[in-house]
Structures are given as C-alpha cells and as structure tokens.
C-alpha cells in the first residue's frame, strides 16, 4: 500500500502563487508517475500536471506557463508550484501515484482545498 499526504492549500488572491506538497510513503513502486489532479464544485476531476519517475512532465493547457511540477525522488515527494493564479483555479486538488506497470495500482491523497480570490 502506497499513503499520499497532501499540503499547502489555502486561500490567496487573484495573481498571487502557492505551492502544494504531496509525500508518499509505503510500498511505493519504482517505475511510477504521480501527479495533481483537481475537481471543482460541480466539475469532474481533471488532469492538472503529472511526471514520472524518469522525469517526463505533462501539463494540462490550462496551466501552462503557471504551474510547474517538480519531484523529489529522494523524499518520494511531488510539489505543484502554482503562480498567476486565477479565481478558476479554485478546486480540490489531490494527489494521485500511478504505477506504470502491471499491476497498475492507483492511489490517491485525501485532497487539499485551494481558493484563489478575484
């Protein structure tokens, strides 16, 4: 089993930037992708930034150009650097690890509320 613990939510306004913490422990798999996903009231759950274990980004067009998804492989930690912020960035955003190989096991982080203020 693979546990994900969120941080670094908040509320900040329009322009300003925050960062979000996601560190894994556990049984995590070697080859893996872990990534922020975000769900809005009434939106489904959306793809914001992932990156694997060998370093490959993808970002989500919404955010490209303002947020960025570093990883610490060390620390088994991923962070979602989030600057220009928007009043439509406002969601719940959650952690999610994804093992790349069979058996594909999936986890996710308990979510962590981010409100960006016009």
């Known amino acids: 089993q693979v546990q994900l613990v969120e941080s670094g939510g908040g509320l900040v306004q329009a322009g300003e930037s925050l960062r979000l913490s996601c560190a894994a422990s556990?049984?995590?798999?070697?080859?893996?992708?872990m990534a922020w996903y975000r769900q809005a009231p009434g939106k489904q759950r959306e793809l914001v930034a992932s990156?694997?274990?060998?370093?490959?980004?993808t970002y989500a067009d919404s955010v490209k150009g303002r947020f960025t998804i570093p990883r610490d492989n060390a620390k088994n930690t991923v962070y979602l650097q989030m600057n220009s912020l928007k009043p439509e960035d406002t969601a719940v955003y959650y952690c999610?690890?994804?093992?790349?190989?069979?058996?594909?096991?999936?986890?996710w982080g308990q979510g962590t509320q981010v409100t960006v203020s016009s």
């Open positions: 990156i694997t274990s060998g370093g490959t980004s």
């Open positions: 556990g049984s995590i798999p070697s080859i893996n992708a």
């Open positions: 999610n690890l994804k093992q790349l190989l069979l058996p594909r096991d999936a986890y």
